[in-house]
């Protein structure tokens, strides 16, 4: 594995850093490695762990500040806070489920950037559903990066609502390794003020009679910016796959903006695969039906954007403590907005 | 012909050629000379050898891209290349002073009865430069323009020294500025004002010689509430060796003016196709782009329009076929920069045999246009476990206005639908034909008649074989 220092800046024609430059996802000079204060962890079990370096410029630049923690879970529910503190704060937590498991993580704190990298197995037969609510303060930078192998018969879910932070980048990967495993990806991203919150998934059906759908719906509000870009692979000999992705994107304000890359990698024949992306205004006939019956525009316009951002859930998330979850936190996030 | 060479013409059936009977030909490479050269052998104005000369450095400075099918953009040998060949004294108006090989060939891909029987005016181009021009008498009596593009700077310099380079700059990318430097031949048309050119226009364009490059260069403006329909085709022989077709497009549709633009490419597997073609729509302009890929051994192909006036229209539909050994890489740009502009982009690929194609389209929305909607709609058939399909869709909305919509599928030849024909006495093979003529139904009706149905019978052929 490479160190840091040696991985060359990706240029912004990769799409990967094209909305979102590696100088600016970087808490200072990218030649530099400065020192991280360690993530505060609470709520679970975790031992000390070591993981692998990459050769991906965010997972070795957060594996050059960070250290890590494992998460064993086994047939059970679990809430974890994970607090960001000081000018840098890192981490790296490596997450093994067995038998069938939900996991909610808090992501709090005023750290002026934040870095977290998750490596995760979903062990056969086994299931995770797992909540992360971004809740750090409007003045932080966050790069999230994650990695999941997902085995036979078994299945992950990976649920967002991001909300907190200024500046955010997030890259999830997944591998869907064996046959029979699953994976169903939502993310209900809100962005006001200047937020700039760029989502990147990389599916990989690695194996046949392999399933995943990723939802991503991001409503902009103000001079925020949202990015979705996905790319979902079918490798070669994967017949029987099943895969979608659907971006949706509600814009709230003239300088609001929204790019979407969903992109498809298919050398099976045998399998479908779709994706669909939309980008619109609130309509006017859902805002008349409000108004109508009583409410403020304000208010209808609110009701509006938590009923889209909590569709990404609805739909696709079968665990129902993680879809209460997201409700209350999204619930909360926009009582504070309102507030 | 020999074994590799027959494995590799399989049932194209334009694979013949006529033997080699230039008049000049250059020696093979690129150099500045050589373009001095082609401009001065063209008696070209001065400013046209300027830029030809500033796209040729700008050509040698820039590097190859870094995105698509680098493996086989790479492989391109610039200096196995013969960058201009005239096979004839001059552009003729009568296929009779056409030379006797050359008119056989066009002969048997049909040209001059297609002229004869629905055509407004063609232009034959064979390898360099045209070698016969004509255009019916009553749109040449309405003002319509119709030239091969080098009779066209001879005779309406001031035109083209205006629009040239105008939408498609040479520093727009590294084939584009070689394109701009040793182009020759093409098509330039100016439809004047309030003109509907009826009957299509067609453009043919042919590479017979080996490790040939064809750069063609084609200018149409349609002047405000004119209307015209162009058609283009290319075929070449299948060599063992690689040819280069490098083309631009520029079209420029004023206020209330319609342009189709209609495209079967049909090259044989061994010609690489990267092409650029661009057009602007001014206020309530249409600029649509009919594209069907089936030849070629890589082709690079985004047809995109510019909608810079309010209620201009953009609609571009592709289709692609990829077999043994072929990539098409196709798509669709549409840039949204006036308010109330609308956009439609339908994309539809098969690919089999171990071919790949693949969808890149990119749908911009500038911040300051206002209400625009689009949709994007890309399907791909896949018909087995070699071969690969792509989608690299990039939407980016700059306001809150826009109403955009993607969606994209692949898939494979539904058993049930195989069995529904079957059923009813078709063989294997003839009910993939027609479902196959079905997926690409809404790009051939968009084709004129005599067309469609020659499409229709190309896809056949190459569905052959298809199952099993």
């Avoid at chain 1, 805002?287 to 739909?315: C, P, Q, W």
Wanted: aromatic share 8%; net charge negative.
């Amino acid at each position: 594995m490479s160190a840091y220092l040696e991985i060359p800046i990706p240029p912004t024609s990769e799409h990967l850093w094209r909305y979102s430059p590696w100088k600016r996802v970087h808490p200072a000079a990218v030649n530099t490695i400065p020192k991280a204060q360690p993530l505060a962890i609470s709520g679970g079990d975790l031992f000390k762990a070591v993981i692998r370096g990459s050769d991906e410029i965010a997972r070795s630049f957060i594996h050059s500040i960070a250290q890590c923690q494992e998460l064993v879970l086994a047939n059970e529910d679990l809430v974890i806070d994970i607090k960001a503190s000081g000018h840098v704060a890192a981490g790296e937590l490596k997450i093994v489920a067995k038998g069938h498991c939900t996991l909610v993580i808090n992501l709090m704190g005023e750290a002026s950037w934040a870095g977290l990298r998750v490596v995760g197995e979903v062990l056969p037969a086994s299931s995770l559903s797992i909540a992360l609510i971004n809740e750090l303060s409007r003045e932080s930078r966050i790069l999230r990066v994650e990695d999941w192998l997902v085995g036979k018969d078994a299945s992950l879910e990976l649920s967002t609502l991001s909300a907190g932070g200024s500046y955010c980048k997030s890259d999830l990967r997944v591998v869907l390794s064996a046959k029979g495993s699953e994976f169903r990806g939502a993310v209900a991203s809100h962005g006001t003020g200047k937020r700039h919150d760029d989502h990147h998934f990389e599916i990989q059906h690695a194996a046949g009679y392999t399933t995943s759908g990723l939802t991503i719906h991001a409503a902009c509000d103000d001079n925020s910016r949202a990015i979705a870009t996905g790319l979902l692979k079918i490798d070669s000999d994967c017949d029987g796959s099943n895969a979608g992705q659907i971006f949706r994107n509600l814009l709230l304000s003239e300088k609001s903006r929204a790019d979407s890359i969903p992109e498809l990698e298919v050398l099976s024949d045998d399998v479908k695969a779709a994706h669909g992306a939309a980008s619109a205004p609130i309509s006017v006939e859902q805002l008349h039906y409000l108004m109508s019956r009583g409410l403020a525009k304000s208010s209808a316009e609110a009701l509006i954007v938590e009923g889209f951002l909590m569709d990404a859930f609805i739909k696709d998330i079968r665990s129902q403590k993680v879809v209460a979850a997201m409700r209350t936190a999204l619930l909360s996030h926009l009582d504070c907005l309102v507030s | 012909m020999s074994d590799d060479v027959q494995d590799i013409v399989g049932d194209y059936r334009y694979g013949f050629h006529d033997p080699e009977d230039a008049t000049i030909r250059f020696d093979k490479g690129l150099s500045e000379q050589v373009v001095r050269d082609i401009s001065e052998l063209k008696n070209e104005p001065e400013w046209m050898t300027d830029i030809r000369v500033k796209a040729y450095r700008h050509f040698a400075e820039r590097a190859m891209p870094d995105w698509g099918n680098c493996q086989m953009l790479n492989a391109i040998d610039f200096d196995a290349i013969t960058y201009f060949l005239r096979s004839s004294k001059g552009t003729e108006n009568d296929w009779e002073d056409v030379p006797e090989a050359i008119k056989n060939t066009f002969d048997r891909l049909g040209i001059p009865d297609a002229e004869q029987k629905w055509l407004g005016g063609v232009t034959a181009q064979y390898e360099s430069e045209a070698v016969y021009h004509s255009i019916r008498e009553d749109l040449e009596q309405q003002g319509v323009l119709f030239f091969d593009m080098d009779s066209g700077l001879r005779e309406h310099p001031e035109i083209i020294k205006k629009y040239f380079c105008s939408i498609v700059p040479y520093t727009d990318n590294k084939f584009a500025a070689l394109n701009t430097a040793v182009w020759s031949g093409g098509s330039f048309i100016y439809v004047p004002k309030g003109v509907h050119v009826e009957m299509p226009i067609q453009a043919y364009f042919r590479i017979n010689s080996k490790n040939m490059g064809q750069f063609e260069r084609t200018l149409i403006i349609a002047d405000e509430g004119s209307s015209i329909h162009y058609i283009e085709g290319c075929t070449a022989p299948t060599y063992s060796t690689e040819s280069l077709h490098s083309a631009v497009v520029e079209l420029i549709a004023m206020e209330g003016a319609s342009i189709r633009y209609s495209t079967v490419q049909n090259w044989s597997v061994n010609v690489y196709n990267l092409v650029t073609k661009r057009g602007i729509a001014y206020k309530n302009a249409t600029i649509e782009w009919v594209d069907g890929n089936i030849g070629s051994k890589l082709t690079m192909k985004y047809p995109a329009v510019i909608l810079k006036g309010e209620g201009a229209h953009a609609e571009i539909i592709s289709v692609a076929y990829s077999g043994a050994g072929q990539h098409q890489d196709a798509g669709a740009k549409i840039h949204h920069l006036a308010s109330n502009t609308t956009s439609r982009i339908l994309s539809k690929s098969i690919c089999k045999n171990g071919g790949r194609s693949s969808y890149r389209g990119l749908l911009r929305v500038s911040p300051k246009a206002r209400n625009c909607r689009s949709k994007i709609v890309c399907d791909a058939l896949v018909l087995d476990s070699n071969s690969q399909s792509d989608t690299y869709p990039t939407m980016e909305v700059g306001n809150s206005s826009a109403d955009l919509e993607h969606e994209a599928s692949v898939s494979k030849v539904s058993g049930d639908q195989l069995f529904y024909l079957m059923c009813r006495g078709h063989s294997e093979d003839e009910a993939m034909g027609l479902i196959v003529n079905g997926f690409f139904e809404p790009f051939t009706r968009e084709l004129p008649m005599e067309y469609a149905v020659e499409l229709n019978r190309l896809l056949q052929l190459e569905m052959e074989g298809s199952i099993g």
